[in-house]
């Protein structure tokens, strides 16, 4: 059994949740911000029982829409679609994943109905299906495999960006490596929005099991020196500025520098993790999901920084 496979049941009950019927008097699964004129970010409600699992967004142009994301759950989804055609009857035309984790592409199928295009990073398509298996943990079932293999495949790639016009808006797509080697930021210039799946995460710790940190804090570094002044959409977390970006890199870089320091006095496993772990709840502590991704987040790092971290491979293309 590889070592990381332990904290598995921590991610799965974290990313996939309760795949339930809610109720109608439950609190919406993400709550609709409108962050520029026709730019809008769906934010998963952490008190919905479940919520949307992660966030998503939307862009309206003079003729078309643009999605980012389609969530954890099918009921999130199809409840955002509900929400796009009261704002426009425009057509749905392009869907971006961010990234191929299964809580923010489970709704994919939904909109490829509703006539969009899903589009993501050449790997995306590649580790979809096959990848996303590990989040249900060694003893999957028939039937959670049956759920990964029906996720909607992005039908077209690319593999640095790609630029999509929706009439007279355009919405800037980039590739930049760290959280699972497939990554893309959306980029709304005059609104000066990006949304940034997974590579930010605001006020949140994250899920490291694919991310290379050193590429992640790099990329960061990148938005932020590209995009100053933006609104940054994360995939988990409210909806932040740059000071924002900036406090979670910290957090990438403190994280590195702790696991790196314990590694020096010769700690390891559980001595590892409670040293560092008593290092960042100092600061850390008060951030969403600290319980659940503090021990993995320790663990994924130290094992990157030993070189010995399993990441998703590249496939030939």
């Not at 003079?62 to 969530?71: E, P, Y």
Request: hydrophobic share 45%.
């Amino acid at each position: 059994m590889r070592p990381s496979l332990k904290f598995l049941p921590i991610l799965a009950a974290l990313l996939l949740g309760v795949v339930a019927a809610v109720a109608a008097d439950s609190p919406a699964p993400f709550t609709l911000h409108e962050v520029a004129p026709g730019v809008f970010a769906a934010i998963d409600n952490l008190a919905a029982k479940p919520g949307s699992g992660a966030n998503a967004g939307f862009v309206i142009g003079s003729r078309a829409v643009l999605v980012i994301d389609t969530f954890q759950h099918r009921f999130a989804a199809r409840d955002l679609l509900a929400d796009i055609r009261r704002k426009t009857n425009l057509p749905i035309r392009f869907v971006v994943n961010t990234h191929y984790h299964i809580d923010h592409v489970m709704g994919n199928n939904i909109f490829a109905r509703a006539g969009a295009v899903i589009l993501a990073q050449q790997n995306v398509r590649a580790w979809e299906r096959t990848e996303n298996l590990k989040f249900f943990g060694p003893q999957i079932t028939p039937a959670q495999r049956k759920i990964v293999a029906s996720l909607g495949l992005p039908s077209l790639t690319y593999r640095h960006g790609v630029n999509l016009y929706l009439g007279s808006r355009r919405a800037v797509v980039v590739s930049l490596p760290g959280h699972t080697g497939g990554d893309s930021v959306v980029y709304i210039p005059g609104a000066n929005v990006v949304f940034t799946g997974d590579l930010f995460w605001c006020h949140s710790l994250p899920n490291l099991i694919d991310a290379s940190t050193k590429l992640q804090i790099a990329s960061l570094a990148t938005l932020l020196a590209r995009h100053p002044d933006a609104t940054f959409i994360p995939g988990h977390g409210a909806i932040g500025k740059a000071a924002d970006v900036r406090a979670f890199r910290n957090y990438l870089v403190e994280l590195r520098k702790d696991v790196a320091q314990a590694q020096s006095e010769g700690k390891s496993g559980d001595a590892l993790t409670r040293a560092v772990a008593s290092e960042l709840q100092k600061t850390y502590s008060s951030w969403n999901f600290f319980t659940y991704f503090i021990r993995p987040d320790i663990h994924y790092t130290d094992l990157e920084l030993r070189g010995k971290k399993r990441v998703p491979i590249p496939p030939s293309h």
